[in-house]
């Protein structure tokens, strides 16, 4: 073997990273995707278990059902609809929903926060998402309530669909949405961060 056959041999031991080198290159790559994941699926874990615990469906979500069926049925009202609640129930003379646990926004405020939670961004960020975010999905979800009562009441056939296939899409739609929008304001505020 001549002199330039082993220099050559030699600069591609010395430019191919070793196993080690490459491991930890991508570690450091794709850690912080990994705790965003990781983070993200523990706390879902959290909430899941916490909203299906005798605590929170015997005493924190009948208070959350009827606070939905109490506003919504104001705001009813508003238009002429002469509205009355009982506990979660909305009724009127010719029609009447009860707003059943997963119509009250918990499990998409959940998702939204956990995504809030586990991405890099300042508290102060978060916060204001976390308000932000939480006000627009509350407010989204009395407009879904809303409206199916009214498509109850005028389009009865309607309702399944409204119910079950549209408004679940769109308000899933939204969550992401909102997460998206959070995300990109939030790397914004980070970009914009003086030193």
């Not at 909203?51 to 015997?58: D, E, K, L, P, Q």
Request: with cysteine; net charge positive.
């Amino acid at each position: 073997m001549g002199y330039s056959e082993k220099k050559k041999q030699n600069q591609k031991k010395q430019s191919a990273p070793s196993l080690s080198d490459t491991i930890r290159l991508l570690w450091s790559q794709k850690r912080p995707v990994l705790f965003f994941v990781l983070g993200f699926t523990l706390l879902l874990v959290v909430f899941f278990v916490f909203i299906n615990s005798v605590y929170f469906t015997s005493h924190i979500n009948p208070g959350i059902l009827s606070a939905n069926a109490w506003i919504s049925s104001k705001i009813l009202n508003l238009f002429g609809l002469q509205t009355g609640v009982s506990g979660e129930k909305i009724y009127s003379k010719a029609y009447s929903i009860t707003i059943a646990r997963g119509c009250d926004a918990v499990e998409g405020i959940a998702l939204f926060s956990a995504a809030l939670l586990t991405f890099p961004a300042k508290w102060r960020s978060k916060l204001i998402g976390f308000l932000a975010g939480t006000i627009f999905l509350l407010l989204l979800n009395l407009v879904r309530i809303i409206s199916l009562f009214i498509t109850g009441l005028y389009f009865p056939k309607a309702f399944p669909l409204m119910h079950e296939d549209i408004w679940q899409g769109v308000f899933i739609f939204c969550v992401i949405g909102v997460m998206i929008f959070w995300i990109r304001w939030a790397g914004k505020e980070k970009s914009h961060v003086t030193v």
